[in-house]
């Protein structure tokens, strides 16, 4: 049995689409008038139009985290329309739920962005995206899962598969899912033949325009236009076929977001980050989950690659009282001095917080003035082209840039011309090391150089490729070996390429290091929060015995570089 839901006649006359849905006047002979049915599709509305009446939705629970928050009304939906169902009742306090599929190679060919956009945006329009299914480019695959979610959510949206080619399945695989056929709709006929010039049916563009039989047409709005869509979204009952390239489906979700916006439910969250191992902390967890269940979802999810918390705790609800009640029972349930603030970024605000650090009159506050000076000087003396900061991915040249961006951006806020940084890459570099450099020129928008060899080697090769160059500024310590006796500028030995060696960090501490880069929350490679202290290649650097323990569950375990109490231990892992 056809689906009801199409408009018919040969003048042209409104369906429950509004007049978007099936035939087109004059168009009668290739869409069939379909028999009676007890369910109709709900009418799409065009943006401004009034929302339908509560008892025209569909009723489902709701949450706020895919597939695995708990939401208020923690039941499953009783069954969905499905072929020949009425739709379910609803009354007023019926949220929104909805399933997504994404029908992909399963070569791995491609990477799923279209879940995550399309998770976050429902979510803004106070609707829980309930569960997501990837699917591969297979009719009764596809039929299956998309007859499935129909018959459990209140909406489906499908991303991917209905393009021009052999593989894109999905029109036909939603048919199929309520026992239809696709054929061509006459409104998008005539849209093949205003964009691609095409009138043969067995063309590939031709396949654009055969679709479910029940479909219903959507116009959305452009964003950036404000006029209607040229092409039109293609629904069939509750389910809505978007396309799978990233920028269309996001540009057609926002355009429709009319249709899916509760007006009735808004979601509330926080989140609380933890410098603590999720397994400390699980006792809290369970005692917050039990309090607040079924009024608070609660997340826990743990970041191997942050330097400053190890778990972030999420909480979302309906309620922003339950929310702030659950979120202060939590907070006062945690170990002390584990909640740490989120700073994502140190280095826009740079030049304030380093030289605010600088007249602290603390004793760290002492050592970077100084620093600063020696900065400066060199800023003074050479221009930006002639200057390059040295750095292999390790704490102490971290620090240095981190102070020479701070100096730059002060001194020059407005500059185009990219800071340049030298990298002497040895043998059998860390990959994390590599990974943190790559990141760091990122984070800082520098000029990235790279030259191998020993360090005389490679000043040699950057003189012959950049002979501007004049100055070098490096993160070298007393404490380095054969740098007791050097000064904060010295010139290199006169057997070496001739450069000016800027040290602003001569007198600092393996301990002043790390409390400047961590009170300024600045990243650092994650080797050393994993028990090395300084770092080299593979071959010759190994975890600090130093910071050896044994955890809770009789691992052996390695504190993180900050923690090491003897600073003359630093060296001990290199061989």
Not at 294 to 322: C, F, H, I, M
């Amino acid at each position: 049995m056809r689906a009801r839901g199409r408009c018919r006649g040969l003048r042209r006359r409104p369906g429950p689409c509004g007049g978007r849905c099936g035939g087109r006047g004059g168009q009668a002979g290739s869409w069939a008038p379909p028999p009676p049915a007890p369910w109709r599709p709900p009418a799409p509305r065009r943006p401004g139009a009034p929302p339908p009446p509560p008892a025209s939705s569909l009723s489902a629970t709701r949450s706020s985290r895919c597939g695995r928050g708990r939401g208020r009304g923690g039941s499953e939906p009783g069954p969905a329309p499905g072929p020949g169902a009425g739709p379910r009742p609803s009354g007023p306090e019926a949220p929104r739920r909805h399933g997504c599929l994404r029908p992909v190679p399963p070569q791995g060919h491609t990477q799923d962005t279209n879940s995550f956009f399309m998770c976050r945006r429902l979510r803004a329009l106070g609707v829980k995206v309930a569960r997501i299914s990837v699917v591969p480019d297979e009719v009764d695959a596809i039929a299956g899962e998309v007859a499935a979610f129909a018959a459990r959510f209140t909406y489906v949206l499908t991303s991917g598969g209905i393009g021009p080619t052999h593989d894109d399945v999905t029109f036909e695989a939603v048919a199929r899912a309520f026992g239809e056929r696709v054929a061509p709709h006459p409104e998008l006929v005539a849209l093949v033949h205003k964009f691609f010039g095409k009138t043969d049916a067995q063309c590939p563009e031709m396949k654009l325009a055969r679709i479910p039989e029940s479909s219903c047409l959507n116009y959305g709005t452009d964003g950036r236009t404000g006029g209607a869509f040229k092409y039109p979204l293609v629904s069939v009952r509750n389910v809505y076929i978007f396309p799978g390239i990233p920028a269309l489906m996001e540009r057609a979700l926002d355009g429709l977001a009319h249709l899916f916006r509760s007006e009735r439910t808004r979601f509330h969250s926080r989140a609380i980050y933890v410098a603590a191992d999720e397994l400390l902390i699980a006792p809290m967890l369970d005692q917050a989950d039990a309090a607040f269940q079924g009024r608070v979802s609660l997340g826990s999810y743990p970041d191997w690659a942050n330097n400053y918390y190890r778990v972030k705790l999420t909480l979302d609800s309906e309620s922003e009282q339950d929310l702030e009640e659950a979120y202060r029972f939590l907070t006062e349930k945690l170990p002390p001095g584990v909640v740490v603030p989120l700073v994502t970024d140190c280095f826009s605000p740079a030049a304030a917080e380093v030289y605010g650090l600088a007249e602290s009159g603390s004793a760290l506050g002492e050592k970077v003035a100084a620093a600063l000076r020696t900065i400066e000087e060199a800023l003074d003396r050479y221009s930006l082209a002639q200057l390059c900061v040295g750095f292999n991915g390790g704490k102490d040249c971290t620090a240095l840039l981190h102070l020479v961006h701070a100096a730059v951006e002060r001194r020059y806020p407005a500059r185009q011309e990219k800071l340049q940084v030298l990298y002497i890459r040895i043998v059998s570099p860390f990959p994390e090391m590599e990974q943190f450099i790559q990141a760091t020129v990122q984070r800082y928008k520098v000029q990235l150089c790279t030259v191998e060899g020993s360090i005389r080697e490679a000043l040699v090769h950057l003189k012959e490729q950049q002979p501007q160059l004049e100055a070098v500024l490096m993160g070298t310590r007393r404490t380095d070996p054969y740098s007791r006796t050097l000064t904060p500028t010295c010139v290199t030995d006169p057997d070496w390429p001739r450069y000016m060696r800027v040290n602003p960090l001569l007198d600092w501490t393996y301990r002043d290091i790390w409390e400047f880069l961590r009170k300024l929350f600045v990243p650092y490679c994650i080797l050393y929060d994993k028990g090395y202290t300084s770092l080299g290649s593979m071959a010759n650097t190994l975890k600090n015995p130093a910071l050896r323990y044994t955890d809770p569950r009789g691992r052996e375990s390695y504190r993180p570089a900050y923690e090491l109490e003897n600073e003359e231990d630093e060296r001990t892992s290199r061989q």
